[in-house]
């Protein structure tokens, strides 16, 4: 009896973890974990070429070659899974999954590159992104411009 109450516990817990977004299945994960290292950083503000350079790194995205653009989105997290709540839009590659709305963002540029180092000039601002969302979940997979 006692092990049946512990599995219904168990499973009540992960309908609602489920529910809440803060598990998700495993394809779901692997991309929206993906999503969150590469474009999300809601601790900093960044907008500075140092902010860039160390992020870059630290992120994982100077090797095993540097990466030539990228964006970190520094809002909310439960702010910017809503944004999958808005409004259907095309994508760059013609599916209908991606969704758009304004956030503070650090752009990080590559302008040189040497064999140990990527350097990257940082704009910070306020501007309209596009993110692919996933159908079933409804969180953000890719950051589509």
């Not at 990466?67 to 997290?77: A, L, R």
């Not at 809503?82 to 752009?107: E, F, Y």
């Amino acid at each position: 009896m006692a092990l049946q109450k512990t599995l219904s516990l168990l499973l009540l817990l992960l309908v609602t973890l489920l529910g809440l977004g803060l598990v998700q299945p495993s394809y779901g994960q692997s991309m929206y974990q993906l999503f969150l290292r590469q474009h999300v950083d809601t601790k900093h503000r960044g907008g500075t070429s140092f902010y860039c350079n160390r992020m870059m790194q630290i992120r994982g995205m100077t090797r095993p070659r540097c990466k030539q653009f990228n964006t970190f989105i520094h809002e909310d997290i439960w702010d910017i899974n809503n944004i999958c709540k808005s409004p259907n839009i095309q994508c760059k590659n013609g599916k209908m999954n991606c969704h758009a709305d304004v956030v503070r963002v650090t752009d990080c540029k590559l302008t040189s590159r040497s064999r140990r180092n990527c350097r990257y000039q940082g704009r910070g601002s306020s501007r309209r992104v596009v993110i692919a969302c996933d159908d079933k979940t409804l969180m953000p997979v890719y950051f589509d411009g």
